[in-house]
T-cell receptor, first 118, second 113 residues
Framework: GAVVSQHPSWVICKSGTSVKIECRSL??????MFWYRQFPKQSLMLMAT?????????EQGVEKDKFLINHASLTLSTLTVTSAHPEDSSFYIC??????????????FGDGTRLSIL | DQQVKQNSPSLSVQEGRISILNCDYT??????FLWYKKYPAEGPTFLIS?????DKNEDGRFTVFLNKSAKHLSLHIVPSQPGDSAVYFC????????????FGDGTTLTVKP
């Protein structure tokens, strides 16, 4: 079945560091990918929609300059948390719809990245 | 304002019995609903879905019921198995809004042997 690979799975770094998270669709092409953030015991909150070959679409309240998204190919989207601070510590997870699915459903998720900023 | 709510953070059932997980939504524009299952340290995996034109969809041990007038859906698992123990997320989609998914907070299901 469709598989989405997310890397790294865990990052611990100092405040002020920029962190890049990769999301790859392994056996299908994804013109659209989604980036979510999840706080403990809470739902997945959509941060942005990554569009291959064009700018990402950000949800209200998400800082574009803080969370840089690049979708340079049909199988890779990256999320860069720039100048990360402790409040950016969270669980970040990406998803992509399998190819040729109506309404972008269902989503296939990566295993997530646990980001801890010291 | 949370548009998709799963009011039960946790549920515990005995193996072989029925598990019923509930989900309520407020946005009448939602027209497609999904349930995802999540194990620790893994991403959610798709379980079952239902379109707003239906009121029931069944797949093996899993059945999803949709009550549009009440803006309520439920997932029934019968018989429940210990391997079903996981966090279950309800998701709703407004297909006029680029197919974006809105998730509930999840319900942790524990199936006891």
């Amino acid at each position: 079945g469709a598989v989405v690979s997310q890397h790294p799975s865990w990052v611990i770094c100092k405040s002020g560091t920029s962190v890049k998270i990769e999301c790859r669709s392994l056996d299908f092409q994804a013109t659209t990918m989604f980036w979510y953030r999840q706080f403990p015991k809470q739902s997945l909150m959509l941060m942005a929609t990554s569009n291959e070959g064009s700018k990402a679409t950000y949800e209200q309240g998400v800082e574009k300059d803080k969370f840089l998204i690049n979708h340079a190919s049909l199988t890779l989207s990256t999320l860069t948390v720039t100048s990360a601070h402790p409040e950016d510590s969270s669980f970040y997870i990406c998803s992509a719809p399998a190819a040729r699915t109506p309404f972008n459903q269902p989503q296939h998720f990566g295993d997530g990245t646990r980001l801890s900023i010291l | 304002d949370q548009q998709v709510k799963q009011n039960s953070p946790s549920l515990s059932v005995q193996e072989g019995r029925i598990s019923i997980l509930n989900c309520d939504y407020t946005n009448s524009m939602f027209d497609y609903f999904l349930w995802y299952k999540k194990y620790p340290a893994e991403g959610p995996t798709f379980l079952i879905s239902i379109s707003s034109i239906k009121d029931k969809n069944e797949d093996g041990r899993f059945t999803v019921f949709l009550n549009k007038s009440a803006k309520h859906l439920s997932l029934h698992i019968v018989p429940s198995q210990p391997g079903d123990s996981a966090v279950y997320f309800c998701a709703a989609v407004d297909n006029t809004n680029a197919g974006k998914s809105t998730f509930g907070d999840g319900t942790t299901l524990t199936v006891k042997p």
